[in-house]
């Protein structure tokens, strides 16, 4: 019969990579955790860990097994929230992805004002550009630069982060400043690189005509702050958040160019699983969040 607590302590022992540091944590002899593994596998006929004298590793059975335990530890996790979430006292966990640039802008700093302002809680902050699955991954919430398609998820609008097309006052001094979007095939550009997308292909307005550009340029990056710097030494023209930018086109270290063309405007969003039903400090944190983004609406719109 399988256990409901050696599968915790599955779990426990896949997340520290080894038994020792599980038998320290929990204040367990390291045999009793590799026996209650031991029964585990016995009771699902299957072995689940790869042991040797350097690190565990999972068998495919053991992957199985994780994923949906995972998916039930937090369903549980969830229940208990719920439930606190009646009570005065805001405390939990909560598990946080968001892009770099949004984090290093606001979010970082509004992050830290929530943890001070509610001492009860916790955070794990997984900054990445990479649009990670919600469910599978084990993310509360995550917040997101996009215009949202994606029906399996709820989303609360934070803000409208304004794109601008800019380049080193050098660069235009030298190369020339572009008059119209076509004007750009002649120009060195500096393209973001996001799997599964054409970034190639940028995105202006001639009066009521959507208009798509598709740019080239020797240069290629996978983070905006990079095509930022590019930018500031004169290596070509970027298409990038205003509010990554502001301060350099107030000290005039970037330029603006296209402005009458410039139409990309993207919402960051909120997002979380349909199935998770945002509970009392989730929907506070996401609150924190909007109105951190709204003191700065000035760089962004």
Known sequence: MVKADDILLFISVVEAGSFSKVSEKQNITLSVVSK????LEKALNVPLLYRTTRKLSLTHGGQALYKKAKIAQRAFQDAQDVVSGFGLDVKGRINITMPVVTANLVLNSALAEFCEQYPD?????????????????????????THLEDSSLVARRLIDSSWVVCASPHYLKTKGIPEHPDALSTHECLIYQSPGTDTRDWYFK????????????????????????LALDGMGIAYLPKALVYDALHEETLSPVLSTYTAKRLGIFAVYPKSRQPDRKLALLVEHFRTALQRQAHCYS
């Open 206 to 229: 001639d009066e009521e005509k959507h208009m798509h550009v598709t740019v080239n340029g020797r240069f290629y990056a996978n983070t905006l702050d990079s095509l930022k710097q």
């Open 121 to 145: 809680i916790s955070v794990s902050l997984h900054v990445s550009n990479r649009v990670v699955d919600l469910v599978d991954e084990g993310f509360d919430l995550a917040i997101r630069t």
């Open 36 to 39: 209650r593994i031991s029964r």
